[in-house]
């Protein structure tokens, strides 16, 4: 990709991420903690579009995500339970794992594959009642940072994978279009501009340290939460 990776970019993520969470979780009502976490999932949708691009062992990237999306399941199924109080609903490394198999695909230009392997489950399982976190939303966005390299094309691209997603979504449950037009999901194509962003600041952190912040945050809001209540 034309953007070098730069672990800055990774620290915005999780510090967006967090504060969503920490809204979601802490301050429900206050809907600023979600209009700055709107930038998080885009941040990590690009890193995970570029490692891709770049990693030398791709099989092994994606047993990696796979490996931290069951490491995280317990952490976010307290989370999500508290949050959603659904127990069937999946973090979003789960996502990033199958956006991970439909590049494989798509990069071998096995459309079929990727439809059966990488598409396919996502639907099933969710059909099944066993969301993940973006679903196929996030693998869409992914997919966008893969195949497009201008800023504007990426902005585009966000916005007609979030209207999209947000149409078959709030639709069906009679969302007037109005209201769909001004969700606060839209503001994921802001992310771009700090993805683009030609940061002076360089940070280099564990390689492992993000995997690890995922399920290590969310177990230690799910323990404030209950001090708290």
Not at 111 to 140: R, T
Not at 178 to 198: E, S, W
């Amino acid at each position: 990709m034309e953007v070098k990776r730069n672990d800055i970019l990774k620290v915005l993520a999780v510090l967006t991420m967090a504060i969503d969470h920490i809204g979601a979780l802490l301050f429900p009502q206050q809907i600023l903690f979600r209009v700055v976490g709107r930038l998080a999932f885009p941040i990590f949708a690009y890193q995970i579009a570029f490692g891709f691009e770049k990693t030398g062992n791709k099989n092994r990237y994606m047993m990696r995500m796979l490996i931290w999306a069951l490491v995280t399941v317990w952490p976010f199924y307290r989370f999500s339970m508290i949050v959603t109080g659904d127990p069937r609903y999946q973090n979003v490394l789960f996502t990033f794992f199958f956006a991970l198999v439909v590049l494989r695909f798509l990069e071998k230009r096995q459309y079929l594959a990727m439809v059966i392997f990488g598409i396919m489950p996502v639907i099933i399982l969710e059909q099944a009642g066993w969301s993940m976190d973006y679903g196929l939303y996030g693998i869409a966005v992914v997919i966008v940072f893969h195949l497009f390299k201008r800023p504007e094309q990426q902005m585009i691209g966000i916005f007609v994978s979030t209207l999209v997603y947000l149409l078959f979504r709030l639709v069906p449950r009679g969302i007037p279009l109005t209201m769909i037009l001004g969700n606060i999901q839209f503001l994921a194509v802001f992310a771009v501009f700090l993805i683009r962003k030609d940061w002076k600041l360089k940070i280099r952190l564990p390689k492992y340290f993000f995997y690890a912040f995922y399920p290590v945050h969310l177990f230690l809001l799910v323990l404030v939460y209950n001090a708290m209540n």
